[in-house]
């Protein structure tokens, strides 16, 4: 499946200034403390796995991002630029990050197609063939291109979520999160996306992922981010971290989520 | 993650950031856009207001309250309060919000129970019986209420006289000048008993909470009935026997060429409670037939099997769920028939909206005629409001 | 499980049953009757009480409204119709005779009579334009153009002075017309106002938000006689001097106002019931506020809501009739003012039947297609 993107060999540029860079950013949900001092930066090309027990702050965290949730404290730079109140800051932002989520959110009254063009023709101004075009071709990539004029509604759950991915990508985003992909899937429908996302990988697109998949955080993952309470406990490659957790808490995590397999 | 809480380095609140003074700032443009709206409305009345100031000037329009003080005399025939034309607008505007009430809570009750029937007969398994209440609801819901009312009060004025009045049951007349029904002296000791009653049926409320708690405890049921039919029927009763156990029927007759005695709903009343009720128990029909519906079939199946009673089952399974579904619609229905009692200015019932039209039109005093139009209703749908939430909660917490 | 063992029921062949015919006792007319009419002996007795009411009522129903009715009555010497023979058959026969002679003015009001055409072409545009918006295949933008054309169609016929056309003021309609473009209209214009109304009421800017409520709240908490009383007597004192707006008009803005609130509880009702996910996504894609609203949210929150949409419809359709009491002439008023002539006092429920049936008409179709919309919307939520 891989083959259907391009692949780049070496994917983390580590002499480019960040992708994202926060720093010491800090949120509240009313009084419950979320993210705690949470500072990260995440290279161009770079694949990062962020995990944790539920309730960690993973989701908070990467939504912080493209600013589905407001951060308090701390600074977050996406692609050089400050994520503040400032909307065309913002606009800027979100049409360089898409976000796939975990229960697709794809557009139900629109056809698989139109939910790929939507965005490009209206965010982006391109003209409507060319959209369609550059849909084709995503719909391609995640091998559904047959599907196209269906409604997200007659798809499996493994379609709509390479559908989201494919409309994700219509953008052409340099930064991709992924927020829990293949949490709501069948077992048998995980494999088709986590494929997905593997080629998308080796086409060198920095990503965020939150996932409990440990072997797709094995197979592309740069780095593992540990969360727990709302802080970052732990991080590293997926060797260090798998093999030889040091704190405590991530070897219960490991503990119970490998019993759990 | 409460431990986590606790410790004092974590124990700071989100700050509040500056504010920048630009366009891209998405607080600024929230604060344009509500300056801008605001502004707007502002002027727009603003502008309202002086037109109608200066145009009150040119018309030489009296403004204030004053003439709630004034000697009304206009003539009201229903009045719950001693009334006569002499009495002054802000007693006949009383009478008037009374007249409302009356037909509001009347209608209310009414319609709750016809409606509630004819709900239940909708889903019976009875196929002509469904069928009836089915149609009933159909037809009734698809006419206009004025419509409807015109429709009785024509009816009932086309009634013969009295003196060849309708018969149907002993004492009672049906007649062009109204309903006429047997009743009794009232005295202060029936307003003792009804209070009673009252009393009574509070009492047992608490009394079956008890009950339940003591249950609760040692897993005896209690039955409650005994001590509420004591406290609701026996207490009024003591209460009405020590003050005498005054009895009077008043049982209206026909003499010459009038009835005497009995109680008498006019046509326009009888009229207006008619078509608002039929017309209000259509709605609520189908409100009651869709939160029965809505507690699934497995809950009765489950509570079955469970080995409960079916009295149990209803009562803790079934109202509750089907009672969440049945409330806010039936909130609004009440809304509605309060609002709906407004269209008796058509038939010639004496509400507040009537009364407050006819002052309004003798004073030419209309922002305050309609102002007080408005500010009962708001406040009788207000405290409709405030009454269902409150009920509306605590049918959530039993259902917890 | 390995994937590789699925099982895969539908391709396994079932072994043939030979299934046997229900036995009459089950299936067949006399079962059906036996379990739905006369299941125990309360469902029968109910039933036969039930039946024997009916058909003593319908029978003196049809004594009254066919049989005994008188269809039309003579003209006496000084040109007025001669009702004795209805006087005579009071109680007993249905006057319809008053429906035959009136009918023209219970529909079209004082409407120039030659040019009564122009008001009947106007309601059968109004009923093809309702037939036409019911249709899936119209719901597209193309359907504002198709509204706009027929209201200003409706407008040129009503008011004519042109194509040869006389002049007629709107004074002078009366009848179902008015009745139609109040509603039409006034949904017209309601509808625009709802959605800003409840898009507002749930804006995170507090100023417009409080706004929204407190119109929402306050129109919903007054009836609406307050409000047309509003519009007739207190609306010319707002307006500068020797600036008039007519009664008509001043109604029809009650009634948007009106209709504006309701309908927006609806809408706001349709945006709550959108997943959360649907705002996330479209925020996370870029989309600004209004296409946010335009692509995703409005045509899905509206789609949901058709059902009570069309039933709010419903409403402010039986609603207009209450013009009657700040005296504009609609079907209702037409048809009281119609027998306020001697020759026809007494005869109101022969009209008001009449008046009835018309609105039954209308609000029957809208309800069932209502129904029907629902079970379908139902279904296609269930896949």
Known sequence: MSAAFETVASAARLDAPPAISMDRVNKWFGALHVLRDVSLDVALGERVVVCGPSGSGKSTLIRCINRL???????????????????????????????????????????????????????????????????????????????????????????????????????????????????????????????????????GMTMICVTHEMGFARQVADRVVFMDRGEIVELGTPDQMFNSPQTERLQLFLSQILRGH | MSDATADPRFKRTAPRRPLKLSWSDERVRSIFWQVLVVGILVAIIWWLVANTQRNLEVRRIATGWGFLQREAGLPIAEHLIDYSPTDNYLRALMVG??????????????????????????????????KIAGIYVEVIRDLPLLLQLLFWYT???????????????????????????????????????????????????????????????????????P???????????????????????????????????????????????????????????????????????????????????????????????????????????????????????????????????TTLNQTGQAIEGIAIIMAVYLSISLS????????????????? | MPSDTTLTPATIPAPPVESRRAP???????????????????????????????????ISFVDWAFINAIWSVPVNATNQPDTSACRAARGVGACWAVVTEKHRFILFGTYPFEEHWRPALACVIFVALYIVSAM??????????????????????????????PFVPQERWGGLPITLILSTFGLAFAFPLAIMVALGRRSRMPAIKAICVLYVELIRGVPLISLLFMASVMFPLFLPEGMNIDKLLRAQIAIILFAGAYLAEVVRAGLQAL???????????????????????LPQALRMVIPPLVNTFIGFFKDTSLVLIIGIFDLLTAGKTAIVEPAWQGFGVEVYITIGLIYFVFCFAMSKYSQGLETELNQHRRR
């Open chain 2, 384 to 400: 409709i409001s405030l009454f269902m939430n409150w009920y509306n909660a605590k049918i959530a917490l039993v259902e917890r």
């Open chain 1, 69 to 203: 949730e407001t951060h308090q404290e701390g600074h977050i730079l996406v692609d050089g630029i400050e994520l503040t109140d400032d909307v065309r800051a913002l606009d800027a932002i979100r049409r360089e990050v898409g976000m796939v989520f975990q229960s697709f959110n794809l557009f139900p009254h629109l056809t698989v197609l139109e939910n790929c063009t939507l965005a490009p023709i209206w965010v982006r101004r391109m003209p409507k063939r060319e959209a369609e075009e550059l849909a084709m071709e995503y719909l391609n990539k995640v091998k559904i291109p047959e599907q196209a004029k269906k409604y997200p509604g007659q798809l499996s759950g493994g379609q709509q979520q390479r559908v989201a991915i494919a409309r994700a990508l219509c953008m052409k985003p340099k930064i991709m999160l992924f927020d829990e992909p293949t949490s709501a899937l069948d077992p048998e429908m995980i494999k088709e996306v986590l494929d997905t996302m593997v080629a998308l990988a080796d086409t």
């Open chain 3, 275 to 297: 997943p959360k996910g649907q705002y996330e996504a479209a925020d996370a894609l870029g989309l600004s506020y209004w296409n946010k609203t335009g692509f995703i949210i």
């Open chain 3, 136 to 165: 899936r295949r119209f719901w597209r933008k193309e359907l504002a153009l198709i509204w706009i054309a027929a209201l200003t169609a409706i407008g040129v016929l009503m008011w004519g002075g042109v194509l040869g056309m």
């Open chain 2, 97 to 130: 919000v009374l007249n409302t009430l009356k037909v509001a809570v009347v209608g209310i009750i009414l319609a709750t129970i016809i409606g509630t029937l004819i709900g239940i007969a909708r889903l019976s398994k009875n196929w002509l019986v469904s």
């Open chain 3, 24 to 58: 009459i006792s089950v299936v067949g007319p006399v079962a059906w009757m036996r379990a739905n009419l006369f299941s125990g002996w309360l469902s029968t007795a109910i039933t036969l009480a039930l039946g024997y009411l009916i058909i003593t009522r319908l």
């Open chain 2, 155 to 225: 009816i009932l004025q086309g009634l013969p006289g009295p003196r060849q009045a309708l018969n149907p049951v002993d004492g009672v007349f049906l007649s062009n000048r109204g309903l006429l029904l047997p009743w009794i002296q009232w005295e202060g000791a029936h307003t003792a008993a009804l209070l009673a009653a009252l009393v009574g049926f509070v009492l047992t409320w608490m009394y079956g909470d008890l009950m339940r708690a003591k249950q609760m405890q040692d897993g005896q049921p209690r039955r409650v009935w």
């Open chain 2, 227 to 357: 001590v509420g039919l004591l406290l609701i029927l026996g207490g009024p009763i003591a209460v009405w026997a020590l003050l005498g156990a005054p009895f009077k029927p008043d049982v209206p007759s026909l003499q010459g060429f009038n009835f005497r005695g009995g109680m008498l709903m006019s046509p326009e009343y009888f009229a207006l409670l008619v078509g608002l009720v039929t017309y209000t128990a259509g709605f609520i029909a189908e409100i009651v037939r869709a939160g029965i519906q809505s507690v699934q079939h497995g809950q009765w199946e489950a509570a079955q099997a469970l080995g409960l009673k079916p009295g149990v089952v209803l009562k803790q399974i079934v109202l509750p769920q089907a009672l969440r579904v049945i409330v806010p619609p039936m909130t609004s229905q009440y809304l509605n028939i309060t609002k709906n009692s407004s269209l008796a200015v058509a038939i010639g019932y004496q509400d507040i909206v009537s009364i407050a039209n």
